[in-house]
């Protein structure tokens, strides 16, 4: 059976701090999709705000990916 996969890019400092963790799979690309979305929306909710979290289709799965802007300076990879 195929999974597909749900996979935080980097793990910034917010990341380590929370205990996040940095994959995640599922029996459907629906499902992952959903997750996907779902979880970049929680990480820029609730992490410092100086960077941000978006969603990119990577064959059948979804990378969350950190956005340009402050990330380095924010946190520590």
Not at 21 to 32: C, D, L, V
Not at 56 to 65: K, L, P, Q, R
């Amino acid at each position: 059976m195929m999974q597909y996969h749900v996979v935080l890019e980097k793990l910034c400092l917010c990341v380590k701090q929370k205990k996040t963790e940095q994959i995640r799979s599922f029996e459907t690309k629906e499902e992952a999709h959903e997750y996907a979305h779902e979880w970049a929306d929680t990480l820029n909710n609730t992490f410092c705000g100086k960077h941000g979290f978006d969603v990119v289709d990577v064959d059948d799965n979804f990378v969350i990916t950190v956005e340009v802007g402050g990330f380095i300076e924010a946190c520590e990879l």
